[in-house]
T-cell receptor, first 116, second 114 residues
Framework: AQSVTQLDSQVPVFEEAPVELRCNYS??????LFWYVQYPNQGLQLLLK??????LVKGINGFEAEFNKSQTSFHLRKPSVHISDTAEYFC??????????????FGQGTILTVHP | KAGVTQTPRYLIKTRGQQVTLSCSPI?????VSWYQQTPGQGLQFLFE???????NKGNFPGRFSGRQFSNSRSEMNVSTLELGDSALYLC?????????????FGSGTQLSVL
């Protein structure tokens, strides 16, 4: 079984400041890692994912994340945020083995609020 | 291309009733999965279907069931509703089944049980 811990439930930040949303995971098997974003009254949208290869993954809207296997972390970063980045962000994992198919285990979410 | 469509958008039911939620995946997508989102429990996996077969099931009671049709559209059913079933139910589709696939989510059905 896997678990995902998002270390901050809320992160307030001023516009154009950098931000880091932290995510740690626990799993007895190898996993794929994802970050999804949910805007108010909408479904989730994939920001980026790590499957293999380079541990630094770049996604949409200027976000990037770094996979750290030794620390079992997958923190999300953006060097300069905009008001439009205000949303809830979810870290998620899925097992690499075939029988898990598309099942995602999500963290509890981090609400990012960007202030002018 | 149209996104994932979920109907209805809002639903109000009373305890003991049953409810059916519908999901139309993106055209060409063959895998559909369902998630329950609540403030207390967060996002929890319900089940996943591929080619009309349930491939995976989450830890929910048997009152929660689903199915997928030959056109990939999916429905989920909750019988004997309880107050705790109040949640946003999200459907997601992907082109293929597989652990690394990108999921495309619908806007969800907000179910309120009174």
């Amino acid at each position: 079984a896997q678990s995902v811990t998002q270390l901050d439930s809320q992160v307030p930040v001023f516009e154009e400041a950098p931000v880091e949303l932290r995510c740690n995971y626990s799993s007895s098997v190898s996993v794929y890692l994802f970050w999804y974003v949910q805007y108010p009254n909408q479904g989730l949208q994939l920001l980026l994912k790590y499957l293999s290869g380079s541990t630094l993954v770049k996604g949409i809207n200027g976000f990037e994340a770094e996979f750290n296997k030794s620390q079992t972390s997958f923190h999300l970063r953006k060097p300069s945020v905009h008001i439009s980045d205000t949303a809830e962000y979810f870290c998620a994992v899925s097992e690499r083995r075939g029988t898990s198919y598309g099942k995602l285990t999500f963290g509890q979410g981090t609400i990012l609020t960007v202030h002018p | 291309k149209a996104g994932v469509t979920q109907t209805p958008r809002y639903l109000i039911k009373t305890r003991g009733q049953q409810v059916t939620l519908s999901c139309s995946p993106i055209s060409g997508h063959r895998s559909v999965s369902w998630y329950q989102q609540t403030p207390g429990q967060g996002l929890q996996f319900l089940f996943e279907y591929f080619s009309e077969t349930q491939r995976n099931k989450g830890n929910f009671p048997g009152r929660f069931s689903g199915r997928q049709f030959s056109n990939s559209r999916s429905e989920m059913n909750v019988s004997t509703l309880e107050l705790g079933d109040s949640a946003l139910y999200l459907c997601a589709s992907s082109l293929e089944q597989g652990a690394g696939e990108k999921l495309f989510f619908g806007s969800g059905t907000q179910l309120s049980v009174l």
